[in-house]
């Protein structure tokens, strides 16, 4: 027995090595297995991204707004090739929103199919992958040009861009050899075809219908076997002739009732049915008297109504006086800037009285001495609802309060002469309140309120009266009345940063480099403040240089603060100069954070860098794009010295130069989670403000943008 048990022993440790031979070989390849599923970081990162732009839908089986596996997890229409996405196909899906901000990163993909969706709304985003051989974005609503990322896909076969809302090519196709077939149909293209079109030497189909082209195809596109021009290239149908010689005879023109279309089988597609026709024929006159009946009844009722509205227009101006903008004064004529000089002083009601103002409105067209500025003036329209109006302690408010009158006086009844610029939220005013006070009147746009403006603009003005930063713009004072809502504010000399840059006057002495450093600085600290010293944290959501503002001694003075909930997004991202400060994650999703401030502001280093504007059409349209022309250049010291705004004529520490470029990469980088915060920003620059030897003491001496003489500013 004991033999026997020493065999079996034998035996089994003979087995040891050839099991654990294969148990390892079974764990090495299911390592290996596990290891070729796992996708690339970059692949994850940029799908994550695009599944939260498209809103997180459902449909998307398997898909996760953070890490997964998309190729081990067979993410649905996503194929990889080893660890690598290869094609995205998402057609008729039903999505919304739009394509990634970092799509770029997804190197491998060869395919992107999104086509009969609903993504876009704005313009494609710039950060397309690179290396695409097929783009289908057809049937979304893809807005604006053509991003420029297009120009660069020198393996891209297949682009098709139909049936959107695209309206300008200003993409060069030098590159795209390999383009066998591109579709622009159905857009609003307009203009002629670019001559860069005939560098598609590998073209079989173009289409380009559908659109507003002018002029004819290129003579090398001519050839191509499956051409669909704009009709704009040859004469247009509707002027031009009937053609006797086409292949397909003519539609005979119908002399049927329009709704019935032929569905009656006993009528003849061809009118061939004498009886048919006699009765359609009677059908139709009377309903064209009936018609007619009603055409002239609804004038009537359209007629009494417009008179009504009229009369009651006019009986509603007499109570409440007109628009100061207008015409129609409320109680002052227009005055004559010879009469300036007879300025009275304005009594400003103080925010302790204002507590003992009266609750009936005086409507005698005087301008009232004791009114509610926060009451509707509206109460004798029965179509008015009545706004329940929150209950605000008005003693809070550190503001002066001032009449229609009062401005209107101080601005000469907002003439033109005094218009000193107008923004998203309305017009700003030169107002001289005294002889040693000016201020700036904004007047906001009533569109810009909500249906309840009073208790909103209140509630505003009641907010931005707790700023209190060196670098805010300083909230004078406010009217709330007739209907009118205006804000008064410190009145800054030397205009906005925008101007000082792009806008040259031919007396101004250029901004040195030690106050484009200043004035980075005092914007740094201003949204800095807004962001991590207000509570809760305020985001701005329209920070440029044209809302920075710069004093006598060019100490800058950020405006528009508190202003965000006032203007939709949508309407914020309307103009190319907008267009200009938006972070990538805006144009995805619309939604504004302190990331977003945080880029906007390194866009506007880039404006004191360079001295350009954050979007300018002039210029060729690989340099259109601020950031998309200066960022790759940042950390390269040649030609970051060619960047440099030509007005310094070198007159810069090369150090200062970059680490203050250092400063702009960080801050305008595309994925907002890298994008420091503001306080890390104001270190930053306080470092090279220390490292400069640039002194930390602001100098005490008057700047003026106008008048000094100096050619050099201290700080």
Same mark, same amino acid.
């Given at each position: ?12 440790s003979?087995?040891?090595p ?21 996708t690339?970081?970059?692949?994850v990162?940029?799908l994550?991204?695009?599944y ?6 459902s ?17 649905l229409g ?8 290869i ?32 993504l ?5 985003p710039?950060?397309l992958?690179?290396n ?7 049937k ?8 420029y ?18 309206s300008?090519?200003n993409v ?12 622009l149909?159905?857009n ?17 189909m173009?289409n380009?219908?559908?659109?507003q ?7 090398k ?10 009709t ?7 002027s ?5 010689? *086409?292949?397909s ?66 009986s509603?101006?007499g109570?409440?006086?007109g ?20 300025l009275?002083?304005?009594n400003?009601i103080s925010?302790?009285?204002k ?22 003036f509206?109460? *004798?329209?029965?179509?008015?609802k ?15 309060v001032y009449?229609v ?13 005094n ?36 208790d909103?603009f209140?509630?505003?003005?009641a ?5 209190n930063?060196?670098?805010?713009s300083?909230?004078?004072g406010y009217c709330?009345e ?9 009145f ?12 040259s ?9 030690n ?8 914007s ?18 329209n ?34 100069e ?10 995805m999703?619309g ?7 945080i ?31 200066a960022?790759?250049?940042l950390?390269d ?8 705004d ?13 680490r ?18 503001m ?5 930053s ?30 700080f």
């Open positions: 027995m004991a033999k026997a048990s020493s065999g079996w022993f034998r035996a089994a003979g087995m040891v050839l099991g654990f031979t294969a148990v390892a070989m079974l764990l090495l390849a299911t390592s290996f297995l596990e290891v070729t599923a796992d690339s970081s970059d692949d990162t940029a994550n991204a695009f939260t732009t498209l809103n997180s839908p449909q998307l089986t398997n898909w996760v707004v953070q890490n997964g596996d998309p190729c081990g997890q067979s993410w996503i194929t990889c090739s080893g660890s690598r996405v094609t995205i196909k998402l057609p008729g899906m039903g999505l919304n929103g739009n394509l990634g901000y970092n799509m770029n990163i997804l190197t491998a993909l060869v395919e992107l199919d999104v086509s009969n969706n609903n876009g709304g704005s313009d494609i710039y950060n992958p690179p695409l051989e097929r783009l289908n974005l057809e979304n609503s893809f807005t604006g040009t053509l991003p990322s297009i120009s660069q896909m020198a393996t891209l076969k297949y682009l098709n861009l139909g049936h959107n809302q695209l300008s090519i060069m196709f030098n590159q795209l050899t390999n383009m066998t077939t591109l579709d149909s159905d609003t293209f307009s203009g002629t075809l670019p001559d860069s079109f005939s560098s598609m030497t590998s073209l079989t173009l380009v219908e559908n659109n082209l002018s002029g004819a195809i290129p003579d596109l001519k050839g191509i076997s499956n051409l669909h021009p704009a704009p290239s040859s004469p247009s149908p509707s031009s002739p009937p053609s006797t010689t *086409s292949q005879p003519p539609r005979q023109p119908s002399t049927r009732n329009p709704g019935n279309n032929n569905k009656n089988p006993s009528i003849g597609s061809n009118g061939d049915s004498s009886s048919d026709s006699g009765g359609g024929g009677g059908s139709s006159s009377k309903i064209g008297s009936g018609a007619v009946a009603g055409i002239v009844i609804s004038l009537v009722v359209l007629g009494a109504m417009v008179a009504f509205f009229v009369i009651k227009r006019k509603m101006r109570q409440r006086g628009d100061p903008e207008k015409n129609e004064p409320l109680t002052l004529r227009p005055i004559s800037s010879g009469k300036l000089n007879q009275r002083t304005i400003i925010p302790s009285a507590e003992g103002l009266q609750k009936t409105v005086s409507m005698n067209l005087k301008p009232p001495s004791k009114i509610d500025l926060h009451r509707s509206d109460e *004798s329209d029965p179509t008015n009545t706004v329940m109006v929150k209950s605000i302690d008005l003693s809070s408010i550190r503001a002066n009449t009158a009062d401005l209107q006086l101080a601005t000469e009844s907002f003439s033109a002469d218009l000193i610029g107008e923004g998203s939220f309305g017009r700003v005013y030169r107002a001289q309140i005294s002889d040693d006070k000016v201020l700036a009147v904004k007047k906001i746009n009533l569109s810009a309120l909500p249906s309840n403006p009073s909103f209140i509630d505003l003005v907010n931005i009266s707790k700023f930063h060196p670098n805010l300083e909230l004078d709330s007739h209907g009118q809502y205006l804000l008064a504010y410190e800054y000399r030397n205009g906005s940063l925008h101007d000082f840059l792009h806008l006057d031919g007396y101004s002495n250029p901004l040195s480099w106050n484009r450093v200043k004035i980075a600085l005092g740094a600290r201003a949204l800095e403040y807004m962001h991590e010293t207000c509570s809760p944290s305020v985001i701005h959501k920070f440029k240089s044209s809302n920075i503002l710069l004093d006598n001694e060019l100490n800058p003075h950020l405006s528009d603060c508190g202003f965000a909930d006032l203007i939709p997004n949508q309407e914020l991202q309307e103009s190319d907008n267009s200009g400060y938006r972070a990538p994650e805006v144009t999703s939604q504004y954070t302190q990331k977003s401030d880029y906007s502001f390194g866009v506007v280093m880039l404006e004191l860098l360079t001295g350009r504007k954050a979007f300018d059409r002039s210029q060729p349209w690989p340099q259109q794009s601020l950031v998309r022309w960022t790759p250049q950390h010291i040649d030609a970051l010295d060619q960047m440099v030509p007005a310094l004529e070198g007159l810069y520490p090369a150090k200062s130069l970059s203050f470029a250092d400063a702009i990469a960080l801050c305008v980088q595309p994925e907002p989670e890298f994008r420091p915060p306080s890390e920003v104001v270190q620059l306080v470092r090279l403000v220390q490292r400069s030897s640039m002194g930390s003491v602001m100098s005490g001496e008057s700047n003026s943008r106008r008048y000094d003489e100096s050619g050099d500013y201290t």
